[in-house]
Protein backbone atom coordinates (compact mmCIF):
# COMPACT_ATOMS: atom_id res chain seq x y z
CA UNK A 1 0.00 0.00 0.00
CA UNK A 2 1.86 3.43 -1.15
CA UNK A 3 -0.11 6.34 -0.72
CA UNK A 4 1.81 10.03 -0.39
CA UNK A 5 4.98 8.78 -0.09
CA UNK A 6 6.58 9.55 -3.45
CA UNK A 7 7.69 5.96 -4.53
CA UNK A 8 6.64 6.25 -8.41
CA UNK A 9 9.12 8.95 -8.27
CA UNK A 10 11.60 7.41 -6.00
CA UNK A 11 11.45 4.50 -8.66
CA UNK A 12 11.71 6.72 -11.70
CA UNK A 13 14.86 8.36 -10.31
CA UNK A 14 16.36 5.32 -9.15
CA UNK A 15 15.61 3.39 -12.71
CA UNK A 16 16.75 5.94 -14.35
CA UNK A 17 20.54 6.29 -12.47
CA UNK A 18 20.81 2.80 -13.60
CA UNK A 19 20.07 3.25 -16.98
CA UNK A 20 16.85 1.24 -17.26
CA UNK A 21 13.60 1.43 -19.29
CA UNK A 22 10.18 0.53 -18.21
CA UNK A 23 7.57 2.53 -15.61
CA UNK A 24 6.02 2.58 -12.47
CA UNK A 25 2.35 2.84 -11.89
CA UNK A 26 -0.27 3.06 -9.03
CA UNK A 27 -2.52 0.01 -8.69
CA UNK A 28 -6.00 0.06 -7.70
CA UNK A 29 -5.76 -1.97 -4.53
CA UNK A 30 -3.00 0.84 -3.52
CA UNK A 31 0.49 -1.24 -4.92
CA UNK A 32 3.13 0.15 -6.97
CA UNK A 33 4.00 -1.56 -10.29
CA UNK A 34 7.51 -1.56 -11.44
CA UNK A 35 8.12 -2.96 -15.03
CA UNK A 36 11.53 -2.47 -15.70
CA UNK A 37 13.81 -3.80 -18.51
CA UNK A 38 17.78 -3.42 -18.55
CA UNK A 39 20.98 -5.98 -18.18
CA UNK A 40 20.90 -8.05 -15.57
CA UNK A 41 23.33 -6.89 -13.53
CA UNK A 42 21.22 -3.12 -13.65
CA UNK A 43 18.36 -5.38 -12.83
CA UNK A 44 19.52 -7.01 -9.44
CA UNK A 45 20.73 -3.36 -8.52
CA UNK A 46 16.82 -2.08 -9.08
CA UNK A 47 15.25 -4.71 -6.62
CA UNK A 48 16.86 -3.43 -3.18
CA UNK A 49 16.42 -0.05 -3.57
CA UNK A 50 12.54 -0.74 -4.24
CA UNK A 51 12.88 -2.70 -1.26
CA UNK A 52 14.32 0.05 0.53
CA UNK A 53 12.46 3.04 -0.87
CA UNK A 54 12.08 6.56 -0.19
CA UNK A 55 12.92 7.69 3.34
CA UNK A 56 9.25 8.51 4.04
CA UNK A 57 8.28 4.87 2.94
CA UNK A 58 7.96 1.88 4.75
CA UNK A 59 8.08 -1.20 2.52
CA UNK A 60 6.39 -4.06 3.77
CA UNK A 61 7.00 -6.87 0.50
CA UNK A 62 8.38 -6.86 -2.80
CA UNK A 63 8.26 -9.30 -5.08
CA UNK A 64 9.56 -10.17 -8.26
CA UNK A 65 8.68 -11.92 -11.14
CA UNK A 66 10.04 -12.39 -15.04
CA UNK A 67 8.11 -10.47 -17.94
CA UNK A 68 8.31 -10.44 -21.61
CA UNK A 69 9.79 -7.28 -22.57
CA UNK A 70 7.13 -4.93 -23.87
CA UNK A 71 9.11 -2.66 -27.04
CA UNK A 72 6.40 -0.01 -26.29
CA UNK A 73 8.13 0.63 -22.39
CA UNK A 74 11.82 -0.09 -23.93
CA UNK A 75 13.08 3.70 -24.30
CA UNK A 76 13.13 5.21 -21.16
CA UNK A 77 11.31 5.04 -18.11
CA UNK A 78 7.82 6.67 -16.95
CA UNK A 79 5.36 7.09 -14.89
CA UNK A 80 2.37 5.62 -16.49
CA UNK A 81 -1.68 6.90 -14.89
CA UNK A 82 -4.34 4.33 -15.47
CA UNK A 83 -7.10 6.21 -15.91
CA UNK A 84 -9.23 5.91 -12.90
Do not use: C, H
Not at 12 to 32: P, S
Amino acid sequence: MVQGVGYRFFAIRTAERLGLAGFAKNLRDGRVEVYAIGPPDKLSSLGPALKKGPSSASVDNVSEEDAEIDPQFAERFSIEYNGW
